[in-house]
């Protein structure tokens, strides 16, 4: 009632999955690694921010970090225009050891 199909290889089962594996090991090491590092060292950014630090948001607004509020993990910013309240993810940059790196010869 039932047929029984063999589909004839010739062993060699490896080298039909080695293009798919070096595929996964490229992707892996190109793309998922270094965006894995990436996260990783923006979390350490975040929760290193303190009050008195010079800062850029996502969204380009220059200031000075004026409070943090750890239960809502908020940080309020004073700029020009007043005081305005973010979250720490809003947070791209700090500019305080930017601006006291030294500067290159060229």
């Known amino acids: ?39 990783k060292n923006e979390k350490k950014f975040q929760s290193s921010i303190a009050k008195g630090n010079k800062i850029i948001t996502t969204s380009g607004i220059h200031g000075k970090i004026v409070d943090i509020v750890d239960s809502d993990n908020t940080v309020i910013i004073e700029t020009g225009a007043g005081k305005m309240k973010f979250e720490r993810s809003a947070i791209s940059m700090e500019l305080s050891k930017k601006l006291q790196a030294p500067k290159e010869k060229k």
């Not at 063999?6 to 595929?23: A, H, K, R, V």
């Open 1 to 39: 009632m039932y047929t029984v199909i063999f589909l004839q290889t010739d062993g060699s089962t490896l080298s039909t999955m080695l293009p798919f594996l070096l595929m996964f090991v490229v992707i892996y090491f190109f793309m998922i690694r270094p965006q894995m590092k990436r996260q």
